[in-house]
């Protein structure tokens, strides 16, 4: 979507419209799954999150200071209740997203990959997530995480790596 239609949609959202709310929320669901699916570990939990956001954006959309800049600023309300989920697990002792992997799991349509991904530190696996899976440039994923693009293209590549190496010894087993 371009950064003209995104800010006629939030214009219209200022106003009460909901169905306008709707397609910025249909344009920009993979990014925000992407990026609370990267950070949990979990796909139940990742939706949840994402919902989550949603709900927090439609609350505070008279919030936004820029109104060409939705996307980011959605992505930004998801890390931030994915950060304070996080934190909440910890002080929990719920199990961490390694050993739920760890543990036999539901299995979706990539099979073993889940389960990779979830392994990766979120340092990893929000970039590559976003990248590949929801089709993000590295500027955008940079702007969304609040990094460089060169950060971006580094923990690709390094996310890539070890990726692959955690499906090569799953595939050994």
Known sequence: MDTESEKTLVVLCWGGDRGAYAELV???AGRV????????????????????????????????????????????????????AIR???????????????????TWEYGGLEAALAKLHSDYRVPLLLFY??????????????TTQAAVQARLSRGRKQLRRLLQAEGDE
Do not use: Y
Request: proline share 5%.
């Open 33 to 84: 799954f992407a990026i609370c699916f990267g950070m949990l570990g979990n796909r139940h939990d990742a939706e949840d999150m994402a919902q989550q956001a949603f709900l927090k954006g439609f609350m505070q959309i008279q919030g936004i200071r820029d109104s060409g800049r939705f996307g980011p600023w959605i992505a930004r309300i998801a890390r931030n209740l994915c950060i304070d």
């Open 26 to 28: 249909k344009v920009h």
């Open 133 to 146: 899976f929801d089709g993000r440039s590295t500027r955008t994923i940079a702007e969304t995480l609040g």
């Open 88 to 106: 909440q697990r910890k002080h929990q002792r719920v199990p961490t997203p390694e050993a739920e992997a760890a543990a036999p799991a539901e």
